[in-house]
């Protein structure tokens, strides 16, 4: 069965340093997403990509960057990890050709910054 | 209720009762999606309903839409312990995006 999934599932880190988190999907699907979950924020959108080298900024993407070398694969990096970026990240991705924006979720990545 | 700025509504109830949930927006929307989140886990796609449809059946799930008073509301039947979860609704705004709502905790207690 395809899947999405992210690696790691729980890392804990210093501030200042760098922090990348994984996400592979089989699905083939050309959009890819990262959110981040905070209590009373629901999900925000950091950063997305339409395809192989396309990427774009979400609504909170200060901090983050992200990559498109391939179809499977869109890490998210925090260049410089602060205590504010504390949070669940969900990576997700969908099918364009549908065109209902109906997301594929992987499990989350429960990041910790001290 | 969801919406952009409130905060996250909590529902508790016995099995077996019936859970509503709402959801408003305020632009206009291609569709409107609803998912479930266990607790530790991703979102799981639950229903959708299109800008034309006034509502939709899925199991013991119905979501309705009414796009003059920009709300949604998703309706789970005789609730099951296992439906204990948070629900999000997501508004498809177009680029293939969705905004998501803070969501609503459901507790069903056995």
């Known amino acids: 069965d395809a899947e999405i999934t992210q690696s790691p599932r729980h890392k804990i880190t210093e501030t200042g340093r760098q922090v990348t988190l994984a996400c592979h999907q089989t699905w083939n699907h050309n959009n890819m997403f990262w959110y981040r979950q905070d209590l009373g924020h629901g999900l925000r959108l950091i950063h997305y990509?339409?395809?192989?080298?396309?990427?774009n900024k979400g609504e909170v993407s200060d901090g983050y960057s992200v990559s498109r070398s391939n179809t499977e694969d869109l890490p998210l990096t925090l260049e410089s990890a602060a205590s504010s970026q504390t949070s669940v990240y969900f990576c997700a991705s969908s099918d364009p050709g549908q065109n209902t924006g109906e997301l594929f979720f992987g499990e989350g990545s429960r990041l910790t910054v001290l | 209720s969801q919406q952009g700025e409130e905060d996250p509504q909590a529902l508790s109830i016995q099995e077996g009762e019936n859970a509503t949930m709402n959801c408003s927006y305020k632009t206009s929307i291609n569709n409107l999606q609803w998912y479930r989140q266990n607790s530790g886990r991703g979102l799981v796609h639950l229903i959708l309903i299109r800008s034309n449809e006034r509502e939709k059946h899925s199991g013991r799930l119905r979501v309705t839409l009414d796009t003059s008073k920009k709300s949604s509301s998703l309706l789970i039947t005789a609730s099951r312990a296992a439906d204990t979860a948070s629900y999000f609704c997501a508004r498809f705004y177009g680029n293939n995006r969705l905004a998501f709502g803070k969501g609503n905790q459901v507790v069903v207690i056995p």
């Open positions: 990509s339409y395809g192989v080298q396309d990427t």
